[in-house]
Nanobody, 122 residues
């Protein structure tokens, strides 16, 4: 069974940085895509970044491109989301999820972490 555990959330001032971690366990992830999603209060879940575990190829939504960086550490089975120049609009619960599909749709992700809260104050 795949397990994903996020950590690294917290409270930060606008313009600051945070680094989220997603520790994965349960199987080999070489054929997986790991995505980061976020859900702000009163809004739907937004797909913001993804990494191809086998080759490290990243993808970003326009809302975070240039500010966020996704990476992985194969030895630690962990995916990271480095978030820079944070804005109050980035306030949300951040989730990581795993999929074997290349498709950039939330429905293809069938393993989810519990989420970590990120709050950006103005």
């Amino acid at each position: 069974q795949v397990q994903l555990v996020e950590s690294g959330g917290g409270l930060v001032q606008a313009g600051g940085s945070l680094k989220l971690s997603c520790a994965a366990s349960g199987r080999a992830f070489s054929n997986y895509f790991i995505g980061w999603f976020r859900q702000a209060p009163g809004k739907g879940r937004q797909f913001i970044a993804r990494i191809n575990w086998s080759n490290g190829a990243p993808w970003y939504s326009d809302s975070v491109k240039g500010r966020f960086t996704i990476s992985r550490d194969n030895a630690k089975n962990t995916v990271y989301l480095q978030m820079n120049t944070l804005e109050p609009e980035d306030t949300a619960i951040y989730y990581c999820a795993a999929s074997t599909s290349w498709r950039l749709i939330e429905e293809s992700y069938n393993y989810w972490g519990q989420g970590t809260q990120v709050t950006v104050s103005s």
